[in-house]
């Protein structure tokens, strides 16, 4: 049996313990390192030990996920990484599947989730929790009802801005475009919406889960 070689990245202590003991009960898996740090000692942590299946904490001291998963996957493009991780933001879900990350995985999955994740990351398939997957096909839809309404990427980035109690003043500074801009914008957003105030376009998004 060809054992599938792991190295843990996780800053807590006591998850990595038990997520080391875990998958080393396993009878196919190794956990032949473990890292509490990301950044440079990451790199070196993956260098050193040359892992088949890099369990990659999505929250970690000293580096920013999605950069470090980037240059990981291009240094060493035969390591799969696998994230594991207690957030199903659709923003780190997405960021990282995009540089490279094989599997997302989330710690409150059912045990037997991630040694099967691990065995498909080794073979550099991808895998991801129900959850997960449920979060990414939510986001679909989302985008093809506003693509339906006619909203333009601009109008929805402002109208998600609207729900999240911001000023017009608040989305031109955050977007940075002038204030008219934002009016002319959101003019818009109540004619595609069929609304006439703010209010109304707020909660027309949140009843038909826009936003």
Known sequence: MNMIRVVLAEDHHVVRAAVAEFLNKEPDMQVVGQVAEGGLVLLDAVSKWQPDVLVLDAH????RIVETAQILHVRFPDVHILVLSAYDRQEYIEGLLKVGAVGYVLKDDSPDTLPQAVRAAAKGQQWLSPKVAAVLLRNVRHESELDALGLTPREQEILKLMAAGCRNDEIATRLVISQQTVKNHVRNIYGKLG?????????????HNLV
């Open 60 to 63: 970690m001291p000293g580096h």
């Open 195 to 207: 609304v006439e105030t703010r209010v109304e376009a707020v909660l027309y998004a949140l009843n």
